[in-house]
């Protein structure tokens, strides 16, 4: 494989979507090679090993810039000519930066990857465009204190995910919670490398209202939305906040008001300058009629957004991705829904209490049958003792027949698609 042109995948722990993009590059002809972290157990070789051209895995559990470095150098003393870089875990995106600058592909710079992923320069920056109304702080202990009502605003950190720390205000014990939040997401071995250093917490307005992703390309500067999927199934557990199930499109409003929810969304990227790639936008739109941004993450988002985007539009983020760090934008055809009408999309995904041993796992169809499913876990498995979303599985509803609302019913029903019994 190796007299193909190659391709870094960065990957966390041997995960992280790696089955996915290796067949994305192979389809385009080109050979994947994979860096890795060193998996928080051993689970033996992956089973895609045999699809990549190399599998570099490193002593840590979490990649650096000099593990880039190393590799890169070795790759080229071998003759092997990369054409970019691509991973899907957020922690690495700097990392994949920092490479494809080394490659020369086209990406963003670590420094606009920085600001997108530090939430409270990017919500400065907004503010400054006018295009958030929303009051963000650094975190202290004096202004915790000072809060009138703590209810109506949000702590999270500066630079996180898994939405480990992020709660309401008036849900912290007291002003030293954050610090022991990170001190315990610190020792966290399947997020090593994620939360390091000085913690680094904010407080913002709470944001009301229905949240919804928007599934973003951008090539030169334009700006294309491919789905809009809304957050059916919010619920806090915990430290964190667990987003259970989503439908695209939306059906909590019209076509009107997604409209305008693409139209923010497009101006908030060229105010943050956001000229390449794949993004995973969160915005609620709120009760006063006016769309808030949440978040922007530059990268594809998780669970089963990839092929619920793909199902709905026809478009492989993944692909779309690699096609813009090659510079071929056009590349291979990205697809089509199944037939002339947008597919209506539902996933949900299931989650697993802390600590406890599992027993079981039993799946349970419905009315509808599932398009596509995935286990993370196996029986005798003990989760992790932690404060964040623990991944048990996830399943997608193709629901184009159930007409354009979601039936209450059918999304209680889900809710029993993937039982998990545990030991006592």
């Known amino acids: 494989m190796t007299g193909n042109p190659g391709f870094l995948i960065l990957s966390h722990q041997l995960k992280t979507m790696v089955p996915s993009l290796v067949d994305a590059l192979r389809r385009r002809g080109i050979t994947p090679y994979v860096l890795s972290s060193r998996p928080a157990q051993d ?42 870089c691509i ?73 996180g995910f898994a939405s480990l720390g992020a709660l309401r205000a008036d849900r912290l014990d007291d002003a030293a919670e954050p610090q022991r939040l990170w001190d315990r997401a610190a020792r966290d071995v399947a997020y090593a490398g994620a939360f390091e250093g000085t913690p680094a917490f904010l407080i913002e307005e709470f944001i009301d209202g229905v949240e919804c992703s928007f599934e973003v390309s951008v090539e030169q500067g334009s700006v294309t939305v491919h789905a809009v999927h809304e957050k059916v199934d919010l619920r806090a557990a915990g430290r964190t906040v667990l987003e259970n199930a989503c439908v695209c499109p939306p059906t909590s409003f019209g076509a009107a008001v997604v409209a305008r929810g693409v139209d923010h969304v497009t101006l908030v990227l060229k105010a943050l300058a956001v000229d390449t790639g794949v993004f995973h936008v969160e915005a609620r739109h709120t009760s006063a009629g006016a769309w808030e941004i949440v978040e922007v993450n530059p990268r594809v988002g998780g669970a089963c957004i990839v092929p619920s985007t793909r199902l709905h539009s026809g478009v492989d983020l993944l692909g779309r991705w690699i096609d813009l760090l090659l510079g071929d934008a056009a590349g291979p055809p990205a697809g089509e829904p199944a037939d002339d009408r947008m597919r209506r999309t539902f996933f949900r995904v299931f989650f697993g209490e802390p600590g406890r041993r599992v027993a079981g796992l039993t799946r349970r169809p419905g009315r509808i049958g599932v398009v596509e499913d995935r286990v993370f876990v196996h029986e005798d498995d003990t989760l992790p003792d932690v404060d964040r979303e623990i991944f048990v599985g996830q399943a997608l509803w193709d629901v184009t027949d ?17 039982e998990i019994g545990y030991r006592s």
């Open 43 to 84: 689970t033996g070789a992956p089973d895609w090993r045999p699809q990549v051209a190399a599998l570099h895995v490193t002593a840590d559990h979490a990649l650096r810039h000099a593990d880039i470095d190393a590799l890169l150098a070795r790759l080229s003393a071998e003759g092997v000519r990369l054409l970019g």
């Open 87 to 159: 991973s899907v875990w957020d922690a690495y995106r700097e990392l994949m930066a920092h490479a494809n600058r080394l490659i020369g592909a086209g990406d963003l710079t670590e420094q606009s990857v920085c600001l997108l992923r530090d939430k409270l320069a990017m919500r400065e920056r907004l503010r400054e465009h006018g295009l958030s109304q929303v009051g963000a702080w650094p975190f202290d202990a004096r202004r915790f204190a000072a809060l009138g009502d703590p209810s109506r605003y949000f702590v999270k950190p500066r630079t």
């Open 402 to 418: 159930l007409g354009p609302d979601l039936p209450a019913d059918f999304v209680v029903e889900t809710e029993s698609y993937l």
